[in-house]
């Protein structure tokens, strides 16, 4: 059984608001092993994580899609906690130049666990692990960005009807999982010949970008976590963010749209939400707000 669970710590933009903090979305994944994913660190981040009750020690991955202050500098308020509670354990941090710039914005602390910093300026996969990859897609902004695509790998599951055909016990199930392949009465049965396939689940995140028609196969089947820093084209201030109706347009494409990255403009909740209720599977979304995926 695998569990994906997403927490919106902060979903306003460069400047906070009392209910709408810094960019930072947490991704918990429990499979076979557990991980613990953070896309952005804006300011006041690990206080976010502790009120949505995440331990920020379980932390593996972070992910910053472009170094405005908005999206990492909560970084080291994280970073400096971790090191007060003696963590050991090597965190891996992402970011466009990030096996350069992260370094130097370090050099100032000495922390008693390893950081690795790595690049993540490029098209294509930037992490993998067992169970899932992480791949990267340079956007439109001022300054070097990128959107993020979480895509957990295609599973095998057991079929009851082959599991009957070859009479496999719940022990030789578990071991058939485990091993891929048993011995049974002098024959080699394989996972594959009592399992189908079952697609993995995608979670794209992409903020701090202006509308982009290549996204659209970046996106595809995907839950996607996109900004939305303005709800009409009348209120355009600033031509490198996103607006509603630009956001609409990958509803072609995504299974489910989580409008974030909101301008501290639009007070109301419930009035952005009767903007967007006439559209189906399309979210806005608000501080410490859980999805389970």
Same mark, same amino acid.
């Given at each position: 059984m695998v569990n994906i669970n997403?927490?919106?710590?902060?979903?306003g933009t460069a400047i906070p608001t009392l209910k709408r903090r810094h960019s930072s979305i947490h991704l918990s994944y429990q499979g076979r092993n557990s991980y613990s994913l953070l896309f952005d660190c804006g300011e006041g981040t690990?206080?976010?994580?502790? %009120?949505?009750?995440?331990?920020?020690?379980?932390?593996?991955?972070?992910?910053?899609?472009?170094?405005?202050?908005?999206h990492f500098i909560g970084i080291f308020g994280l970073l400096v906690s971790m090191g007060f509670e003696k963590r050991e354990r090597e965190l891996k941090i992402f970011a466009p %130049?990030?096996?350069?710039?992260?370094p130097e914005l370090l050099k100032f602390y000495k922390l008693p666990f390893p950081v690795k910093f790595f690049d993540s300026y490029k098209n294509g996969?930037?992490? !993998? !692990?067992? !169970?899932?990859?992480? !791949?990267?897609m340079p956007v439109k902004h001022t300054v070097e960005t990128v959107a993020y695509k979480f895509q957990e790998k295609?599973?095998?599951?057991?079929?009851k009807k082959k599991?009957?055909?070859f009479g496999l016990t719940w022990q030789e199930c578990k071991e058939i999982k485990e091993k891929r392949k048993i011995k049974k009465d002098g024959k080699t049965i394989k996972l594959e010949e009592v399992s189908y396939k079952t697609e993995g689940k995608k979670i794209v995140y992409a903020v701090d970008t202006v509308y982009l028609k290549k996204m659209e196969k970046f996106c595809k089947d995907s839950i996607l976590i996109h900004e939305c820093t303005y709800f009409s084209k009348e209120d355009i201030k600033h031509k490198m963010h996103s607006c509603l109706q630009d956001v609409l347009k990958f509803r072609k494409v995504a299974k489910k749209i989580y409008l974030t990255h909101i301008g501290r403009q639009y007070q109301s909740q419930s009035e952005l939400e009767e903007k967007v209720k006439r559209y189906k599977n399309v979210f806005v979304a608000k501080d410490l707000m859980k999805v389970k995926i």
């Open positions: 997403l927490t919106f710590l902060g979903t690990q206080t976010q994580l502790l %009120k949505a009750r995440i331990n920020f020690m379980s932390i593996d991955h972070i992910f910053i899609t472009h170094w405005h202050a908005d %130049k990030g096996d350069k710039i992260g996969v930037i992490c !993998e !692990e067992e !169970e899932f990859l992480v !791949e990267a295609d599973r095998l599951k057991l079929d599991i009957k055909k």
